[in-house]
């Protein structure tokens, strides 16, 4: 193989370990409790850029839960947060905060992207 071969090859590895952490390793955060107001709602703001900040969220189970999304960026994969077991695609404007309403029973539930690549969860959880 030439030098060149070999720096195409290198690059090309690089390429993928980018991809790699960007699209699965990069979104991790600590898992993020929620506060609650006045009238007992629980209030969580996740950021929207380049994945979501916190990427864990906990709640309590069987009270509702308002998820405020703040999108700073306008890539269209952040374009929409899906939640499919609660059934809502919801679209996100850019440089705006868009409040998501659930009330989660006890579990693990995703939220992602318009294109699945995104991810984040809500761990709903009795009594916390």
């Known amino acids: 193989?030439?030098?060149?071969?070999?720096?195409?090859?290198?690059?090309?590895?690089?390429?993928?370990?980018?991809?790699?952490?960007?699209f699965f390793l990069s979104g991790r955060s600590a898992p993020t409790g929620a506060t609650t107001d006045a009238r007992g709602i629980q209030r969580v703001r996740i950021e929207v850029k380049g994945g979501y900040t916190p990427s864990v969220i906990r709640v309590r189970a069987g009270v509702p839960v308002q998820l405020d999304f703040h999108r700073d960026e306008t890539s269209g994969c952040t374009e929409e947060v899906v939640l499919p077991d609660?059934?809502?695609?919801?679209?996100?404007?850019?440089?705006?905060?868009?409040?998501?309403?659930?009330?989660?029973?006890?579990?693990?539930?995703?939220?992602?992207?318009?294109?699945?690549?995104?991810?984040?969860?809500?761990?709903a959880e009795p009594g916390i």
């Open 86 to 123: 609660f059934g809502i695609r919801t679209y996100l404007p850019a440089h705006r905060t868009t409040p998501v309403t659930i009330t989660p029973a006890a579990g693990t539930y995703e939220f992602t992207c318009g294109m699945s690549m995104v991810r984040g969860t809500i761990v």
């Open 1 to 22: 193989m030439s030098s060149t071969d070999w720096i195409v090859a290198l690059v090309g590895l690089i390429a993928i370990a980018w991809v790699n952490w960007y």
